[in-house]
């Protein structure tokens, strides 16, 4: 082996583990920004979750319905069918407040 050999082997020795250097720093790298990635999604995911403790069910917004639609049409009776534009306002008035009470009842009482 002639010395021009051996500091080629040792040039070839070095670069192959400043590759495998290089590359085991990128997987290091990689794997932070994965970690970094994945509590992200898992804040998202809770976030989700909270959320949805405050949602309402179908049930609950299908029964409200009918409830507003059983008052609305006793309004409607009420005032009759020749029915004023103020008449009207106080009627969408009226919609609107029962709405909300019944909103916050929801929420309050669960």
Known sequence: MTPTDHEALVSLRDYVDTRIMAIEKGIDIAHRA????LAGMNEIREQLREQAEH?????AVDYNEKRLTIIENQLAN????NTGKWQIA????????TAAVTLIHMVLTK
Request: avoid cysteine.
């Open 78 to 81: 009420i005032v009759g069918a």
């Open 34 to 37: 994965m970690e970094i990635r």
């Open 55 to 59: 949602f309402a069910t179908k049930d």
């Open 90 to 97: 106080i009627i969408a008035g009226a919609t609107v407040v």
